[in-house]
């Protein structure tokens, strides 16, 4: 009798192993880092940013699809779309360039992850877009404002000469 309970168990085990299979559990956890240079970034310039890649089981070398979104007031503004090969973990720098019809305010920068598969990982880090700084134009026009005047008493001067 206890041998038929051993077979009987063992069948039932491995039928079960073949009806109920052990689901894969991913390990992979993603994050994004903003450098403090680029917290702030003005309009139409690259904003650059780090990923930060964990996936400790993962045994080979496993191509991910990485999907890069600048998102406004849950509106997608920029988009960017890359394919890395990685194994245990990787970290690297990569941008986006921010549009130069964005307005000033806070951004939101998400990264996907996935793969062919199963692997889907979200994270996200926010960061501040500057509008234009355009004391250089005002500089040159408070320049040329100043050239123009000093051109009309110029021109003031020699005739009021001429004159006499």
């Not at 779309?81 to 806070?106: C, H, N, R, W």
């Amino acid at each position: 009798m206890n041998l038929n309970f051993k077979k009987l168990f063992c069948i039932f085990f491995c039928l079960g192993l073949l009806l109920f299979p052990m689901s894969q559990v991913f390990a992979l956890s993603a994050a994004v880092h903003i450098p403090e240079k680029y917290v702030d970034v003005l309009a139409g310039e690259r904003f650059y940013f780090e990923v930060e890649i964990k996936y400790p089981e993962n045994n080979s070398r496993k191509d991910l699809k990485l999907e890069y979104n600048i998102i406004k007031n849950e509106e997608i503004i920029s988009q960017s779309k890359v394919l890395k090969a990685i194994e245990t973990q990787s970290s690297f720098m990569d941008y986006v360039v921010i549009p130069s019809s964005a307005i000033a305010g806070l951004y939101k920068i998400t990264v996907k992850i996935s793969d062919y598969q199963d692997l889907n990982e979200e994270t996200s880090a926010s960061f501040n877009v500057k509008s234009e700084d355009n004391s250089l134009l005002y500089y040159f026009l408070a320049l040329l404002g100043a050239i123009g005047i000093f051109g009309v008493f110029v021109i003031v001067e020699v005739r009021r000469l001429s004159k006499n």
